[in-house]
């Protein structure tokens, strides 16, 4: 294997066997890589990228002129779009620079980050591209959310799925000297609740001291014990942007629960609270409902033990009319 994919975390499968299609050349145009956000995808991607653009064939050279630009971010033959944030002119006319020879005639390539989130005219320009491959021109599409895509588009890329990464995996990411500053117990935390996404470490770290905090209540309210979390709502209900920051760590709590979690009604529970915080997410960012309202009706639907529970959006149906739940 390419030395270079050596130092990419987990994923050793899917790059022994993308390697194995590129030397083979029968490297697909159009490539799909699905699989959970902050895992590596777009990392490997952006190797694989290089390698086919490097003059050499059967490794990364990083010196010919090729391997120079691509490292100072300035390849004329490289796009990067983020579906997130893109225009649909834009789209239009990355591709048609796609379609013009290669500069460094090696090959030319669109890497298309968060690629469910493109808007429909943006998918109609991208599928004419697909439908009619050039040689040495290739599209890596990458996403999170792979069953957003058009299906159109999905049956003309070859699919590569990726997984989450596992403990032992984050855990060697978190060897890195760039979190020395992280004491051990922490990185403990980083690593259990990270759901195997390098994406949940980085957000974590910035929260570090509120996760133990959050940690507490949520179990107090698994356990049906709603005191803790009224005082923590009233607290918290007062600073709007630190209600964003704990339903996102509340988020990753939960679905980190719902995994190691063996009852079936507390899976349950939890799943329905993952989907509560989405909507609260939406009631209190866009319909400016009442947080302390908000938030105390999603945690005492996880706390009601005895009832069957049921989605805040239930509740809310009126008022939520058109936000996926
Ligand atoms: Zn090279």
Redesign the pocket.
Known sequence: MVEVFMRVVGHKNQIFKLLELLQGQIFPSAILFAGPAGVGKKLIASKIAKHIM???TDI?????K??ILFEANNSPDLFSIDGANVLVEEVRETINKLLLKSFLNTAKILIIDNADQLNAQSYNALLKTVEEPRENTYIFLITSNYSKLPQTLISRCQLWNFNALSNDEVESVLKDSKFNEISAEDKKILVEFSCGSLENVNYLREYLDQVVEVRSIFHSVCNGDISKALGYIEKLKKDKEKVKIHLGILKLLARNELSEQKSTLLKRKIAIFIENISVAEALIFERNLNTGYVLQSIFFKLANAQNQPKSLADDFEQLIDGIVV
Request: proline share 0%.
């Open positions: 490097c003059e050499k990364i050279c990083e010196t010919c090729s391997c």
